[in-house]
């Protein structure tokens, strides 16, 4: 089933000389539970594209759907509701709250929304992150590969449909991104959750289902690599 659709997405930044087209007509969709690498260099547009499918940036033209949902027909309140409902945002830097603890930094969008904390769920989260004991820690108190298991437990606590990933191992070294990314797979297989990532790293994008490269904006491959 799809879960996600864009047609002829379009973004452009500034005017006249200095315009730059950041995505050029990208047309693609993703099924429920699927889960998506996108690839290509640095200034293709990739980290344009993951901020316009969360509902962070408006395309210049195009549309996006979400479970046959117009995104940006949505107004600001909507979209903020959407934002935090329908999409988990994992990012390179982890954007952590510096005076909130782990639980804090973690149940942030459920409370946000004005929802009731899922005690069991916030505690299946800590275990699964291996983040049991340190509850109480705020991020300065906590390594890297740790900060990134809080963001990604953040992501994950509104149970959301899409889980979208911008480098998130780009910080760290290759047995902590390998770690991340067992616990991303595992979310996407446990929760049926559709996980996008957006990666420069071969290795991680080939633990993908399907790879799709970016240049200059544009698509130039779309490829499935397992079923």
Request: glycine share 8%; proline share 3%; aromatic share 4%.
């Amino acid at each position: 089933m799809e879960i996600l659709r864009t047609e002829h997405l379009t973004k452009i930044y500034g005017k006249g000389e200095n315009q730059v087209r950041a995505l050029d007509d990208v047309s693609f969709s993703v099924r429920q539970g699927e889960f998506v690498a996108i690839i290509g260099p640095s200034g293709s547009g990739k980290s344009t594209l993951l901020h316009i499918l969360g509902g962070v940036d408006r395309p210049s033209s195009g549309k996006v759907y979400m479970n046959g949902a117009d995104v940006y027909a949505q107004n600001e309140q909507q979209l903020a509701i959407f934002r935090r409902r329908q999409v988990g945002l994992v990012y390179q830097f982890y954007n952590l709250i510096p005076v909130l603890n782990v639980t804090e930094n973690i149940t942030l969008p459920v409370l946000m929304d004005g929802q009731r904390v899922n005690q069991e769920r916030l505690q299946e989260l800590l275990e699964t992150l291996k983040l049991t004991g340190r509850e109480n820690h705020l991020p300065n108190q906590l390594s890297g590969g740790q900060q990134q298991r809080v963001s990604i437990g953040r992501a994950l606590m509104n149970a959301p449909a899409v889980v979208l990933a911008d480098e998130p191992t780009g910080n760290l070294d290759r047995k902590n991104s390998q770690e991340i990314m067992d616990l991303l797979k595992k979310s996407n297989e446990k929760y049926h959750q559709t996980l996008i990532i957006i990666t420069h790293d071969e290795s991680i994008a080939l633990q993908a289902d399907r790879i799709i490269a970016i240049e200059d904006g544009r698509i130039i491959r779309d490829e499935v690599i397992r079923k």
